[in-house]
């Protein structure tokens, strides 16, 4: 129940394509799910994040479809591009204990070609 | 400038010692977290402190160590215990333990040989 599944494992996108990165969970009590790039030698950080009052948040070219009934959300990266390349990871926090810890998913390698 | 620093960036040791790994923030931080990241398994939480003097086990902890003797610092000893050390290691911190979004530093990555 604590997992938050990632898929794909990889992914390649022409230049100027759609991106799209899924993950799942089923803890009906998290509350927070944000969206993590890392880049090759360097630590994640924090893209974007949703919570489950809405159902999409949009930042740039980046935008999160959250299904709350399917216990759904997604990464979509509109005009992809070659700087886009890296690995993004899904994650969810949230429980009955505010300090309950974020569980990440097990991160998409994304390459786009130029 | 404000971040989080790790430190070395690479690190090798030899199999039977131990070796720790630095992590420190400027941030003023009460929270601060270890994770291990292995190819294709995502990022696996070691320890995690919520203020000085104090710290929990995560989900990996065999085989670790950590200390918060002061609230900039959380070092992390990797012992001879821990039969596959080999990996990427990340610090992160956050401003308590009850806020969602984690800083992360640039991470190490230790070799044993």
């Known amino acids: 129940q604590q997992q938050v599944k990632q898929s794909p494992q990889s992914l390649i996108v022409q230049k100027g394509g759609i991106s799209i990165i899924n993950c799942a969970y089923e803890?009906?009590?998290?509350?927070?799910f944000p969206w993590y790039q890392q880049f090759p030698g360097k630590g994640p950080a924090l893209l974007i994040a949703?919570?489950?009052?809405?159902s999409e948040k949009k930042e740039g070219r980046f935008t999160i479809s959250f299904n709350k009934s399917a216990k759904q959300f997604s990464l979509h990266i509109m005009d992809s591009q070659p700087g886009d390349s890296a690995t993004y990871f899904c994650?969810?926090?949230?429980?009955?204990?505010?300090?309950?810890?974020?569980?990440f998913g097990k991160g998409t390698r994304l390459h786009i070609l130029p | 400038d404000g971040g989080i620093t790790q430190s070395p960036k690479y690190l090798f040791r030899k199999e039977g010692q131990n070796v720790t790994l630095s992590c420190e923030q400027n941030?003023?931080?009460?929270?601060m977290y270890w994770y291990r990241q292995d190819p294709g398994q995502g990022l696996r939480l070691i320890y995690y402190?919520?203020?000085?003097?104090?710290?929990q086990k995560g989900d990996i902890a065999e085989g670790y160590s950590v200390s918060r003797e002061k609230k900039e610092s959380f070092p992390l000893t990797v012992t001879s215990a821990q039969k596959n050390p080999t990996a990427f290691y990340l610090c992160?911190?956050?401003?308590?333990?009850?806020?969602?979004?984690?800083?992360f530093g640039p991470g190490t990555r230790l070799t044993v040989l």
């Open positions: 994650a969810a926090r949230g429980g009955r204990n505010r300090d309950d810890k974020i569980i």
């Open positions: 402190s919520q203020i000085v003097n104090d710290f």
């Open positions: 992160a911190s956050s401003i308590s333990i009850n806020t969602d979004t984690q800083y």
């Open positions: 949703i919570r489950p009052d809405v």
């Open positions: 941030l003023n931080h009460d929270a």
């Open positions: 803890n009906t009590a998290f509350d927070y």
